[in-house]
């Protein structure tokens, strides 16, 4: 391990997208993630890396997916309207089955909202913006060390998968300085990628980089083979932080940001007596269903807190399946909950 | 025997899905036989469009990514980022390119992308059958302009080659016809010599063709070029915009 | 202090969010866990800055506060629009040669420093913000003198360095005021 470092969120991100073996990014200024760019833009040069600030998010996503088609680490940034924009380029490299890398620093909406903290594009980014059947690996760090560490695994995971994986993070994340450790060298998933577009140089048959099937059987088993992919990924990448839940009173469960605000309030309850469990997902996609269904029956209830009207709610109801009550507490807008809100809403629902 | 005449190495042993008539299928021996004089089929990378060539990467024999509607040059963009050294081409129709990629091919262009792009205007979107093109004439009876394009309705058609030559980044901007021989043979020249902008390392090259769409025009193959020779060439005059003297 | 959680404010250009990223470094070359968050977007553009940093011996839950037992105020609106974030029993600390008011509470402890006065009288008006984090040590402990300078070290690019015995004479200056 080296040095503790002081860095900002989004030029971690940056900085591990490097350390990953990433030499091309494609983005379009949007706040609060425009420091992944700055920082790339002054990186990239210097290690003979492509830095194309696009004229769209659109263009971007699509620059991405020509990059990946070719065979390289590629990442794009940009937050909240701008991934909307990215929604058609992001179906594209799920049906062509390109890796890639996608960080979303959300902020609130609907529209052009605001910049602050929110946690509003969870159904987007985990039940799949663009059109089709078809499913990113999510991942919601929750420090900027954390943010370091799954955006190196982030660029392993796609390459592993032919995936898209989208790092989830917010304005709060983006923003802050934290201490951060790089390792000495990153653990770099290695694939030949030989069915990449790289020119044939005369030695293979050409390769083609497509999402389009107009025959329905053959589209119809492309669509089994990344249902099969998915379900692969469901059982190999699920990740999840489990925080004193063993006879707990009350199962939160938050992710990202959020999740540190719980585990400050579980020191604040535990002074009143009350037992309060954490169930942190880390990837949201794939869903950490199973770490659900083994604590379904331990507490009184669930609570889901998020910044956002209630998305990831819904998950965390399928998973515990009506074998107890799920409750939600959120805040949108910008608005960040207090400790002391959701301990109230913890003695709420425990009647204390 | 001497062979005279053969399918370019680099265009597939397959039969084209066009209509009859259609001048796609000229346009893509060109590209085969400009990729085989030049030798670098082992070294380009196209990219197809949305609109009637959409599966043009059946056809090549080189490495091909389908991109989605009008986003080829930004996908091009991404791959020659990666592989500077390749020949990157895209090849878009006039809905595609002129339309919902209008944002994608100008910034290519004044980017200076080193890429080639080869632009098939016919004046009318084919795959969805028929409907008004940003390069639809005036007057012009389509199914969504059904009493003929009119300008308080419709707008006008867009001059591409005029447009992106004023572009610094775009290097090379040529229109050019394929309704009979000698205009073939002047496309061919004019797409190798984008392909050799390219080489050069000069920056963005385009060439225009205008094409035909007996189909959707509702005219035989024959009629169809004497229309093309009528109608579009007082619109969209043939020559070179830009880098006819560029050294390559 | 065990843990400090600071709001800074004041304009931009006084180096607000600077001074909070020196002292979260300090803390964390103690080992402490450290977070600092500034405002940021369209808050920026209306000339007033501000930043939130956590130090602390347990892991940092959100770096958003709610409440600060630390204020650092250097110009007149902050005061206003922070006052009321304090805990009681907290400290509000004012570069008065700029923030005329006093803090209407009377359950916190309160030091004016004027900072700014002092720093031009040092011939450099940009260590204000400087003299007041020196002020903020001799108040709280949160960091020692000698990690500040371990900080100054660390942030400063090395063609700033001959600043550092300069900045660390204004430290003294303000924690000794």
Same mark, same amino acid.
């Given at each position: 391990m080296a040095e503790k470092l002081l860095m900002k969120g989004n030029e971690v991100i940056a900085e591990a997208a490097l350390r990953a073996g990433c030499r091309h990014y494609f983005g379009y200024p949007i706040t609060p993630q425009t420091e992944v760019a700055h920082y790339m833009a002054k990186a990239m040069p210097k290690i003979n890396g492509t830095f194309v600030q696009a004229e769209s998010e659109v263009a971007a996503i699509n620059m991405v997916y020509g990059a990946a088609a070719a065979g390289a680490r590629v990442l794009t940034s940009s937050s909240s309207p701008g991934v909307s924009l990215k929604q058609e380029g992001i179906s594209y490299i799920a049906g062509a089955e390109l890796p890639a890398v996608m960080v979303n620093i959300v902020r609130c909406g609907p529209g052009l909202g605001g910049i602050l903290p929110a946690q509003c594009d969870y159904f987007q980014s985990v039940k799949g913006g663009g059109h089709g059947d078809y499913k990113n690996v999510v991942l919601a760090p929750s420090s900027v060390q954390e943010l370091y560490e799954l955006t190196v695994e982030a660029f392993n995971i796609s390459d592993k998968y032919r995936i898209l994986t989208i790092i989830l993070g917010d304005g709060m994340l983006g923003q802050m300085m934290e201490a951060v450790e790089f390792k000495d060298k990153e653990d770099i998933y290695q694939d030949d990628k030989k069915w990449a577009c790289t020119g044939t140089k005369m030695e293979r048959e050409s390769n083609d980089v497509t999402s389009i099937y107009i025959q329905p059987e053959i589209l119809e088993n492309h669509n089994l083979k990344l249902q099969a992919k998915y379900k692969k990924i469901e059982e190999n990448e699920t990740r999840v932080e489990t925080y004193n839940c063993e006879n707990a009173d009350i199962i939160v469960t938050a992710y990202g940001t959020v999740a540190r605000i719980v585990k400050n309030v579980i020191k604040m309850a535990e002074k009143e007596g009350i037992k309060v469990g954490l169930i942190r997902p880390i990837s949201l996609w794939p869903f950490p269903t199973a770490e659900f269904e083994k604590y379904a029956e331990t507490p009184k209830a669930f609570l889901s807190v998020e910044l956002s009207a209630g998305q990831m709610v819904e998950d965390v109801r399928l998973a515990v399946n009506g074998k107890r009550p799920v409750h939600f507490y959120g805040r949108m807008g910008g608005m960040v909950p207090s400790q002391k809100e959701v301990l109230d809403k913890i003695k709420e629902i425990l009647n204390k | 025997m001497a062979t005279v005449f053969k399918k370019p190495h680099?265009?597939?042993?397959l039969s084209l899905h066009y209509c009859p008539g259609c001048t796609h299928g000229i346009i893509h021996r060109i590209i085969a036989e400009v990729i085989d004089e030049l030798e670098i089929e082992g070294t380009t990378i196209g990219v197809s469009p949305v609109g009637c060539a959409y599966n043009n990467y059946e056809y090549f024999h080189v490495d091909m990514v389908q991109a989605a509607h009008g986003r080829a040059p930004a996908v091009a963009t991404g791959i020659k980022r990666v592989h500077p050294d390749n020949y990157v081409f895209t090849y878009q129709g006039d809905g595609d390119l002129a339309a919902i990629g209008t944002a994608e091919i100008i910034h290519a262009a004044t980017r200076g992308e080193k890429i080639t792009t080869v632009f098939v205007n016919n004046a009318i979107y084919g795959m969805t059958s028929g409907q008004m093109a940003p390069t639809t004439l005036m007057n012009q009876v389509t199914t969504t302009s059904p009493f003929g394009r009119k300008p308080e309705i419709h707008g006008f058609p867009i001059k591409v080659c005029e447009l992106l030559s004023?572009?610094?980044?775009?290097?090379y901007v040529e229109r050019t016809s394929v309704h009979d021989v000698k205009n073939i043979r002047n496309t061919k020249e004019a797409i190798k010599k984008a392909f050799k902008v390219q080489q050069a390392n000069k920056g963005f090259s385009i060439v225009e063709v205008l094409s035909t769409c007996p189909t959707n025009w509702g005219l035989n193959p024959i009629d169809s070029l004497k229309w093309l020779e009528s109608n579009m060439l007082p619109f969209y005059p043939l020559g070179n915009f830009k880098g006819k003297d560029l050294e390559v | 202090m065990k843990q400090l959680e600071l709001i800074i404010a004041g304009f /931009? /250009?006084? /180096?607000i969010l600077s001074a909070g990223r020196l002292l979260a470094y300090a803390g964390m070359l103690e080992g402490k866990n450290v977070s600092w968050l500034p405002s940021y977007g369209p808050e920026m553009r209306g000339g007033t800055a501000n930043c939130s940093v956590v130090i602390s011996d347990e892991p940092v839950g959100s770096p958003i506060l709610d409440t600060a037992n630390v204020l650092v105020v250097m110009n007149g609106p902050s005061l206003e629009k922070f006052e009321k974030s304090v805990v009681s029993g907290g400290l509000i600390i004012s570069d008065s040669s700029l923030v005329e008011a006093k803090p209407k509470r009377t359950d916190v402890d309160f030091a004016g420093v004027p900072a700014t006065q002092m720093a031009s009288d040092m011939g450099n008006f940009t260590y204000a913000n400087i003299i007041i984090l020196g002020k903020l040590l001799a108040k709280t402990g949160i960091v020692s003198k000698e990690s500040f300078e371990a900080a100054l070290k660390k942030v400063l690019p090395p063609k700033k360095h001959h600043m550092i015995p300069d900045e660390m004479k204004a430290l003294e200056m303000g924690h000794d005021y």
């Open positions: - | 680099a265009l597939k042993d004023q572009l610094e980044g775009a290097v | /931009g /250009g006084q /180096g």
